[in-house]
């Protein structure tokens, strides 16, 4: 009887659940899918240590082959020229009479003006890195590189075009943005003004030449958000505390072009 005993107590021992296992199953949904907040941390930001590294780390994990490195060096650079005709012509301006200097100065300019990201720095914001576009099962875990993300893994299904009073996960609306969508984002402690804009804008876009008669736009509290409110398109970020309508009209206008899939027209999904 002694040693039956002692047999049971070591498989009540050993079957016992391990307690990070528990912790997993306490972030689940019930219907099995993990629960995003529980087990995805949203959007980190690197510190200044380690914005060398948050650079070349991409969102999905896997480490970039070497065409993607070089892709990634030339479209980290602000003015999104090519590296040795830029320093060349820095160089030899810099030897020139002031007349020189300001001709060759303005041969720059308007250079630059002529490549899609440097066009209008001011209207389109921050030119953030392409972190890939590929498609994740729902409930996959991707931690952002960027806050707010304007690329990078996402899921298969996009949202529809909408008002979302609670936050819509992010996982959804990275898919909008590769369609060509603006998504406008605000903190839940913003000012309420702020968020008025938003709506006001989202109400009185111009016309979507890819898509006449439907504006792809969507408005979302984001508690993650590092500033009060943003426009976003794909790889374009426009934020601050507050942004004036006209100014998101001209985001909408201008900078939605780098989306891969710009003439995607249809509608979203509810998720």
Excluded: K
């Excluded at 003015?79 to 001709?103: H, I, M």
């Excluded at 030119?127 to 099962?137: F, K, S």
């Excluded at 969507?218 to 409110?229: E, F, G, I, N």
């Excluded at 942004?243 to 891969?260: D, M, S, Y």
């Amino acid at each position: 009887m002694l040693r039956r005993l002692s047999l049971a107590a070591l498989l009540i021992v050993a079957c016992a659940p391990d307690p990070e296992e528990r912790a997993l199953d306490a972030g689940a949904d019930p219907d099995g899918a993990p629960a995003p907040d529980a087990m995805c941390p949203v959007a980190p930001t690197p510190d200044a240590g380690e914005d060398a590294d948050a650079a070349a780390i991409r969102p999905d994990g896997a480490a970039p082959d070497a065409g993607e490195a070089a892709d990634s060096a030339a479209t980290s650079r602000p003015d999104a020229a090519a590296p040795d005709a830029g320093e060349a012509a820095d160089s030899a301006a810099a030897s020139l009479p002031d007349a020189a200097t300001s001709d060759a100065g303005e041969a720059e300019d308007s250079a630059a003006a002529s490549l899609p990201d440097a066009a209008m720095p001011d209207v389109c914001g921050a030119l953030r890195e392409d972190r890939g576009a590929g498609h994740i099962d729902v409930g996959t875990c991707v931690i952002y590189a960027d806050n707010p993300p304007s690329s990078g893994p996402h899921y298969g299904r996009w949202a529809p075009a909408r008002e979302y009073p609670q936050p819509l996960d992010r996982r959804y609306w990275v898919h909008n943005l590769e369609h060509g969508w603006l998504v406008l984002l605000y903190r839940p402690d913003a000012d309420p003004a702020a968020v008025d804009d938003l709506r006001e804008a989202m109400g009185s876009l111009p016309d979507d030449p890819d898509c006449p008669g439907f504006h792809r736009v969507l408005l979302t509290a984001d508690p993650a958000l590092d500033s009060a409110v943003a426009a976003v398109a794909w790889r374009r970020v426009l934020e601050g505390d507050r942004l004036a309508p006209e100014a998101i009209r001209a985001f909408f206008a201008e900078c939605r072009v780098a989306a891969p899939e710009l003439r995607v027209c249809a509608n979203g999904s509810d998720p």
